[in-house]
């Protein structure tokens, strides 16, 4: 006695496929928690300087520096 499984169905798959979208749509549009808000950990870019130039010696100016080295 042999049990046959049903044929998948073109529906089924895509049922399937709309109830994933679905779900990670849903995933993407709820807020995400964080520990810490994201607003404060941001570094709010330096005015332009009103006689041009603009070249600070920045964290990340420092790091390529460091990498320069020999």
């Known amino acids: 006695m042999q049990e ?11 049922f399937g496929a709309a109830a994933t979208g679905a779900a990670a749509a849903a995933v993407v ?4 928690i964080t520990g810490a808000p994201a607003a404060e950990a941001v570094e709010l870019p330096r005015p332009a300087p009103e ?5 600070s010696l920045s964290e990340h100016v420092k790091r390529y520096y460091k990498t320069t080295r020999i």
């Open 51 to 55: 006689k041009g130039g603009g070249y």
């Open 4 to 14: 046959s499984q049903p044929k998948p169905s073109r529906r089924g798959f895509f």
């Open 29 to 32: 549009a709820l807020p995400r």
